[in-house]
Nanobody
Framework: QVQLVESGGGLVQAGGSLRLSCAAS????????MGWFRQAPGEEREFVAA????????YYADSVKGRFTISRDNAKNMVYLQMNLLKPEDTAVYYC????????????????WGQGTQVTVSS
């Protein structure tokens, strides 16, 4: 069993920054890729960013490229999402997830999910 717990969400003005954290436990964290997804009200869950098991490779959705940075600390079983230059359209519940060995963008390929953390960006 894998447990993922997100934190760091909140309310921020457009142009501001937030850093999301995801604490993982329950299995060999460092052997699997990690991803961040988000879901806005009335919308489907969408891919945001992913990082390889060792942290050497990352991949971003076009909508966040250049503004968001995903990173991980395998010694601490943590993954992070640094979000800069936030826009109102970034408002969503953000989820961390794990499952595949390699970077994947499809949510169906991720087996384990956190409960989500709300990010609200005001204009």
């Amino acid at each position: 069993q894998v447990q993922l717990v997100e934190s760091g969400g909140g309310l921020v003005q457009a142009g501001g920054s937030l850093r999301l954290s995801c604490a993982a436990s329950g299995r060999t964290f460092s052997s699997y890729a990690m991803g961040w997804f988000r879901q806005a009200p009335g919308e489907e869950r969408e891919f945001v960013a992913a990082i390889s098991w060792i942290g050497s490779s990352t991949y971003y959705a076009d909508s966040v490229k250049g503004r968001f940075t995903i990173s991980r600390d395998n010694a601490k079983n943590m993954v992070y999402l640094q979000m800069n230059l936030l826009k109102p359209e970034d408002t969503a519940v953000y989820y961390c997830a794990t499952g595949p060995r390699d970077i994947r963008t499809k949510s169906s390929l991720y087996n384990y999910w956190g409960q989500g953390t709300q990010v609200t960006v005001s204009s």
